[in-house]
Nanobody, 119 residues
Framework: QVQLVESGGGLVQPGGSLRLSCAASGFTFSMYTMSWYRQAPGKERELVAR????????NYADSVKGRFTISRDNAKKAVYLQMNSLKPEDTAVYSC????????????WGQGTQVTVSS
C-alpha cells in the first residue's frame, strides 16, 4: 500500500520557521523525484520545490527561493521542506508528491498538512 504521510505543519508567526516531513512507504522511494506543492484557499495548486533522486538537483518557486530548502533521505524514505522567514502568503496546505523517474505517469500524493502564518 502506497503512502505519503506529511507532518510538521502548524501555526507560526511571520518570520518564523517550520520543517515539514513526508514519510514514504509502499514503493521504491529511490526511483522517485519528490516534490512539495501547496494550495492556498481560492488559488491553484503550485509547485514549491522539487528534488531529484540523487538529491543533487533542486528547483524552487521564485516566491520561496532563499527561504525554503528541500532535502531527502533515501535510506529513511523521507523528504523534507525547511521553511524559514515565513510570510502570511505562505499559508496553504502543503502536499508531498512522488513521481517515477522512468514513467512519469506513475505518481502519488500525500494528504497534505496545513501551514498557517499569522500573528
Amino acid at each position: 500500500q502506497v503512502q505519503l504521510v506529511e507532518s510538521g505543519g502548524g501555526l507560526v508567526q511571520p518570520g518564523g520557521s517550520l520543517r515539514l516531513s513526508c514519510a514514504a512507504s509502499g514503493f521504491t522511494f529511490s526511483m522517485y523525484t519528490m516534490s512539495w506543492y501547496r494550495q492556498a484557499p481560492g488559488k491553484e495548486r503550485e509547485l514549491v520545490a522539487r528534488i531529484v533522486v540523487s538529491g543533487g538537483t533542486t528547483n524552487y518557486a521564485d516566491s520561496v527561493k532563499g527561504r525554503f530548502t528541500i532535502s531527502r533521505d533515501n535510506a529513511k524514505k523521507a523528504v523534507y521542506l525547511q521553511m524559514n522567514s515565513l510570510k502570511p502568503e505562505d499559508t496553504a496546505v502543503y502536499s508531498c508528491h512522488a513521481q517515477n523517474r522512468v514513467d512519469s505517469r506513475i505518481s502519488y500524493w500525500g494528504q497534505g498538512t496545513q501551514v498557517t502564518v499569522s500573528s
